[in-house]
């Protein structure tokens, strides 16, 4: 039996462009008292500039902090260090894991579905991207990673708000939602940001989103009287469209969201999902869902990175909860319609 969700360690992947704000936020982690146990992993220890007085012991490759934090440097293998800190006395509350700037999220997120021990002790729990205000829209233009980093995100810190204009602010946000109309987004000066909002958010859970702004999954018309969604572009309708903001629609980047009130044949629905990955899996870069089977008391929640899914029954539906499925995909060229169907076929007929 594979170890319940709840009792591996929650990882977070934090990216962000070069300067975005992603050291502030680490040293955040690593010096403030928030009586919590966090392991940082980062690609170099200067790049941090870890305050000396805050260091109570540095064993090898290891800093330990006097707020019960310890600090790593990724040094070659990932999977190691993952395996040296499970073994460490006192189990960490969550694992922080930083990419370089210039790095796409997907290697780093994928050890998480790959290695055997890992899996066993710990599940990628969000992708953390922090952005630059000022700068975002010019690298979204020149940096393929930055649209990744942005497209990979369940959460995005937009940081450095307070140097732009409003509209400035409203653009950036457009262009952001139009990659990835679904991750949290969190406007921010210096990265103050409440660490809770960042950190085990078990943001693969689509209710989050849902419960703020459950108007991103009604794309433009709504629904047809089926309850499916109409076959539309996902033109993901801003807030305060009142407000003439720009609709962008992002030629390279689609998402594509699917929602069935009906439940699903598990004997159908999870081999349909394995096959897509493994065809289509290049071009999608994160799927993720909670379906409701027929016969079966229990949601399940599944994510994905390219090729790679994990799933798991998370909890029993509650009284009153409305049973229905609800599937994200964000990647490039996906094919829309044969997702559709598939996904159609999938549906029981009671």
């Given at each position: 039996m594979p170890e319940p969700t709840s009792q591996k360690i929650p990882v977070t992947v934090l990216t962000g462009y070069l300067g975005a704000g992603k050291t502030t936020l680490?040293?955040?982690i690593l010096s403030e008292n928030h009586g919590k146990k966090y392991a940082v992993i980062v690609n170099e220890f200067g790049e941090i500039g870890i305050d000396n007085d805050l260091i109570i012991g540095a064993d090898e490759e290891v800093f330990?902090?006097?707020?019960?934090?310890?600090?790593?440097?990724?040094?070659?293998?990932?999977?190691?260090?993952?395996?040296?800190?499970?073994?460490?006395?006192?189990?960490?509350?969550?694992i922080i894991v930083e990419t370089t700037g210039l790095a796409d999220p997907a290697p780093v997120a994928q050890t998480f579905f790959v290695d055997e021990d890992v899996q066993k002790n710990a599940r990628l729990d969000a992708v953390v991207t922090v952005a630059d205000a000022k700068w975002l829209s010019d690298r979204?233009?020149?940096?393929p990673e930055a649209k990744n980093q942005i497209a990979f995100a369940d959460v995005i810190v937009l940081n450095k708000s307070d140097l732009v204009s409003k509209a400035e602010l409203a653009e950036v946000e457009a262009r952001i939602r139009a990659i990835n109309p679904y991750a949290k987004l969190h406007r921010t000066e210096r990265c103050k940001v409440a660490l809770s909002d960042v950190l085990e958010r078990g943001a693969f859970d689509l209710d989050r989103i849902l419960e703020l702004e459950p108007e991103f999954l009604e794309a433009g018309d709504g629904h047809d009287h089926h309850g499916h969604e109409h076959h539309e572009h996902d033109h993901h309708h801003d807030h305060d469209h009142g407000h003439g903001l720009k609709h962008y629609h992002d030629e390279e980047m689609q998402s594509l969201s699917l929602r069935s009130d009906k439940p699903l044949d598990p004997s159908k629905f999870m081999p349909w999902l394995q096959n897509l990955v493994a065809s289509e899996g290049q071009k999608i870069l994160r799927s993720k869902g909670i379906l409701a089977f027929s016969d079966?008391?229990?949601?399940?929640?599944?994510?994905?990175?390219?090729?790679?899914?994990?799933?798991?029954?998370?909890?029993a539906w509650k009284e009153g909860e409305p049973r229905e499925s609800r599937l994200v995909f964000i990647g490039r060229e996906l094919p829309e319609q044969t997702i559709r169907d598939g996904f159609e076929s999938c549906i029981t007929a009671r």
């Open positions: 680490l040293n955040r330990e902090m006097n707020n019960g934090c310890v600090c790593c440097t990724v040094r070659g293998d990932l999977v190691r260090i993952l395996d040296g800190l499970m073994k460490r006395k006192g189990k960490f509350d969550a979204l233009k020149d940096a079966d008391d229990d949601r399940y929640v599944f994510q994905g990175v390219h090729m790679m899914l994990e799933g798991d029954h998370q909890r």
